[in-house]
């Protein structure tokens, strides 16, 4: 196809006007020559035309873009729309929100990497001339005090003056925003021990004699200056490292959706396209060994799919047409076809990272003693650090002044508030990227300490307990019409229904080939069953609660009844224009995990009350076979809910477990909400705790994870609150009269550095937890 230079062409991707032989770049496909504004859009048609050609990028639907904002991983509650510093503690902001696969690197671990290196060459000449007396060199004698002066001035002032600016900084706002936190210490620290020396660098005839030491030389702080910035930068890089492990998880869950997918395309090609580009209705192949695209359905083919990444579940699951599948599991040895239902930012891989994002950004109620402390402890430390001079320079040995600010400054910098604030959040980080891996997604901090202490859990039973999937067994009839009739007139009225219990009665009825009527007026009552009207007629079907309702005679049936529900089985009674016609008997066979984990549970001291809208019978055989300590039959909605409501008064601490609907209303009353992943949208919306995998063993992975975390932080506020406890005494000189000797600034960084370290260490230990 040639063009003249006159004529214009549209661009397929962006639709711009574009005048063909101008030097822009173009793309034969299919016979048809495309032209293209600019390199990007050639590109972005060249890996797909179809998508571009069929307008399919018309109706792509895309997030609305917003603003990034920044929040602080130790104060949740500071939020603006800029990078910059917390206020509060000083430490760089992170974007909120899920991150990219292919993040960018942390800009501040590059800059004070390159800080610390550059601290290090300097720091490193400092302690060779200041020390080197001690390992044989006594360069100071060599070249004279005066010179040696001047080049640690030399030497240290790049270090104090450029590298140590982004502590200085901090210090500063810490000030000005009246929130003291460690980098006020450290400001005040570095600051007292560089400007001493510098003062005596330039007027040592100024100092008096207590300044002096019997040679009558002012010593010089300029090495500890140095080093502590250096140690200082050690620290703040190890604690990045540490920090950006714990968001490991995310990449790790970010990884498992592929970056492309095989789409078959309406005219019968098919080709790997972007995955940005895969839209709802799609159909894609996926071939052995592929990550499955998006979440969707299987249409022709099945295989064996590995759903262990985002469940927990070791077992390969087999997928059949009609069968779900979701996003980032792993396809076996099987080849088939699936058309996409959710995509982009609906699946369940993306929110289960938006999930894990916000959990790690969440505070848990313990923090909240670690920030009381932290309001008085930098004011204190001052205090502190003052007496300590004092103290010194009255009473202290020759030279006073210099024993008084080497101890007030060894208390500035060793004692840091920073481990005390890393405390919680490190563990509640590496915590809710170890339950994602493992199928336990939570919702904030709080749901995860609070699971910690429960001490009761009330279950459904359908769908959490079962496997949600009942099956008709038993019909009775008390009329002449047989069971054909009595099952087709319950399946149109149950057509109507969304309740498991209802799907069941459905696909008996079509298994057995029968024609099910319409169903008209149809009502469903909470608790107890649906009515509607079929051929002029009201019919029902419910539980024991609607018969009784209706005062009808049930006689001629309740032996029956009661015997199929002494072996586990539910019983719902069928009605026509207010006559007994029969019932329809359904069992729901119990997961297989269930046994396993109820006993789980009880060795985790938590008791289990199963709460039920079946009836009492049926509940006290499905308890007998389980070991449930507690049974509530017959409950509606609103009773599962006085339940917990009844337990909390006792004191108890009471989660709840459930799958549907009617759950929502107690598992929002519940101490903790646990809901199933396999259950409705509003009961996960409603729970602090959503398991992938719907079944029990979900709640015992939980329960050590949450008392594993609770423990972790435990330890990380020991270590804190010990170190400084037995930290700050030293620096200030508690040990001098037994050992002759004052904690060295740089032994006070260096072990201020380590504290944080040693925090994040024992919180990343988290990773490694057990939970199967």
């Known amino acids: 196809m040639t063009a003249e230079k006159s004529d214009t062409a549209t661009d397929p991707v962006c639709g711009m006007k574009v005048a063909p032989g101008t030097g822009k770049p173009s793309h034969l496909y299919n016979t048809e020559i495309y032209h293209f504004c600019s390199q990007k859009c050639h590109d972005k048609f060249v890996v797909d035309p179809y998508f571009y050609i069929n307008g399919s990028h018309k109706t792509q639907q895309k997030a609305a873009t917003k603003a990034t904002e920044y929040t602080c991983p130790m104060h949740p509650e500071i939020i603006q729309d800029h990078p910059g510093d917390c206020p509060k503690c000083g430490m760089a902001l992170e974007p909120m929100g899920a991150p990219s696969a292919d993040e960018s690197p942390n800009e501040e671990l590059i800059d004070f990497t390159r800080r610390f290196w550059v601290s290090v060459a300097l720091a490193l000449p400092l302690l060779v001339l200041t020390m080197g007396e001690m390992v044989g060199l006594p360069f100071e004698r060599w070249i004279g005090a005066k010179l040696s002066t001047w080049l640690q001035l030399a030497l240290a002032t790049p270090v104090v003056l450029w590298a140590a600016i982004p502590f200085f900084k901090r210090g500063w706002s810490s000030i000005v925003n009246r929130s003291p936190n460690m980098w006020t210490l450290i400001m005040l620290g570095v600051t007292a021990a560089y400007g001493f020396s510098v003062i005596a660098t330039l007027f040592p005839s100024n100092f008096p004699?207590?300044?002096?030491?019997?040679?009558?030389?002012?010593?010089?702080?300029?090495?500890?200056?140095?080093?502590?910035?250096?140690?200082i930068f050690l620290g703040q890089v190890l604690e990045l490292r540490a920090r950006e492990q714990t968001g490991s998880a995310i990449k790790a869950l970010l990884n498992l959706a592929p970056k492309s997918a095989r789409r078959i395309n309406s005219d019968g090609s098919e080709y790997d396209v972007p995955l940005e580009n895969i839209l709802e209705g799609d159909k894609l192949r996926v071939r052995p060994g592929d990550s499955i695209p998006v979440d969707g359905v299987v249409?022709?083919?099945?295989?064996?799919?590995?759903?262990?990444?985002?469940?927990?579940?070791?077992?390969?699951?087999?997928?059949?047409?009609?069968?779900?599948?979701?996003?980032?599991?792993?396809?076996?040895?099987?080849?088939?076809?699936?058309?996409?239902?959710?995509?982009?930012?609906?699946?369940?891989?993306?929110?289960?990272?938006?999930?894990?994002?916000?959990?790690?950004?969440?505070?848990?109620?313990?923090?909240?003693?670690?920030?009381?402390?932290?309001a008085w402890f930098v004011p204190s430390v001052v205090i502190i650090a003052v007496i300590a001079f004092v103290i010194w320079s009255a009473f202290g040995p020759s030279p006073?002044?210099?024993?008084?600010?080497?101890?007030?400054?060894?208390?500035?910098?060793?004692?840091?508030?920073?481990?005390?604030?890393?405390?919680?959040?490190?563990?509640?980080?590496?915590?809710?990227?170890?339950?994602?891996?493992?199928?336990?997604?939570?919702?904030?901090?709080?749901?995860?300490e609070r699971f910690a202490g429960v001490e009761m859990l009330v279950v459904d039973k359908t769908g959490t307990l079962t496997e949600g999937r009942p099956k008709i067994t038993d019909i009775i009839s008390?009329?002449?019409?047989?069971?054909?009739?009595?099952?087709?007139?319950?399946?149109?009225?149950?057509?109507?229904?969304?309740?498991?219990?209802?799907?069941?009665?459905?696909?008996?009825?079509?298994?057995?080939?029968?024609?099910?009527?319409?169903?008209?007026?149809?009502?469903?009552?909470?608790?107890?069953?649906?009515?509607?009207?079929?051929?002029?007629?009201?019919?029902?079907?419910?539980?024991?609660?609607?018969?009784?309702?209706?005062?009808?005679?049930?006689?001629?049936i309740e032996a029956h009844a009661a015997e199929l529900q002494n072996e586990g089985k539910t019983v719902m009674y069928v009605t026509r224009d207010a006559a007994l016609v029969g019932i329809v008997a359904v069992a729901d066979p119990i997961k297989e995990t269930t046994q396993e984990a109820i006993d789980a549970l009880h060795k985790l001291g938590i008791r289990i009350i199963m709460a039920t809208g079946d009836n009492e019978r049926t509940a006290k055989a499905v308890a007998a076979r389980l070991g449930i300590d507690e049974i509530?039959?017959?409950?509606?909605?609103e009773d599962k809910k006085t339940l917990i409501e009844d337990l909390q008064s006792k004191g108890l601490h009471v989660a709840m477990a459930g799958d549907g609907v009617n759950d929502a209303p107690a598992l929002a009353t519940a101490d903790v909400g646990i809901a199933m992943g396999t259950g409705a949208d509003v009961a996960m919306e409603s729970a602090g705790i959503t398991l992938v995998k719907g079944d029990l063993t979900g709640i015992v992975r939980a329960r050590k994870l949450a008392v594993g975390t609770l423990r972790n932080i435990k330890q990380n506020l020991f270590f804190a609150f010990a170190y400084n406890g037995l930290g700050i005494p030293i620096a200030a000189g508690i040990l001098y009269p037994f050992t002759g000797t004052l904690l060295s600034p740089m032994i006070a960084a260096a072990a201020m550095s380590l504290s944080s370290v040693s925090v994040i260490s024992n919180a990343l230990r988290l990773r490694a937890i057990k939970l199967n």
């Open 632 to 637: 509530l039959a017959d409950a509606l909605p």
């Open 400 to 448: 006073a002044m210099i024993h008084a600010i080497v101890a007030a400054v060894s208390v500035l910098i060793i004692a840091c508030p920073c481990a005390l604030g890393l405390a919680t959040p490190m563990s509640i980080m590496t915590a809710t990227g170890r339950g994602a891996g493992a199928g336990v997604l939570i919702r904030d901090a709080e749901a995860l």
């Open 478 to 556: 008390v009329e002449e019409q047989g069971e054909d009739t009595l099952l087709a007139i319950a399946a149109g009225l149950e057509k109507g229904s969304e309740h498991p219990l209802a799907e069941a009665i459905v696909s008996g009825a079509e298994e057995r080939g029968l024609t099910i009527p319409m169903a008209s007026d149809f009502n469903a009552i909470t608790g107890k069953g649906v009515e509607g009207r079929i051929n002029g007629q009201i019919v029902t079907l419910g539980n024991r609660a609607m018969i009784d309702q209706q005062k009808l005679d049930l006689s001629t």
């Open 209 to 231: 004699p207590s300044f002096q030491t019997d040679g009558g030389v002012v010593p010089v702080y300029f090495e500890a200056a140095a080093v502590i910035i250096a140690l």
């Open 299 to 374: 249409v022709e083919g099945h295989s064996s799919v590995d759903e262990s990444m985002i469940s927990g579940e070791p077992v390969a699951i087999e997928k059949n047409e009609g069968d779900n599948l979701t996003g980032g599991t792993m396809n076996g040895t099987g080849s088939f076809v699936m058309e996409a239902k959710l995509v982009g930012a609906d699946t369940m891989l993306s929110k289960i990272v938006e999930m894990v994002a916000s959990a790690q950004r969440s505070r848990a109620p313990i923090q909240g003693m670690a920030d009381r402390v932290a």
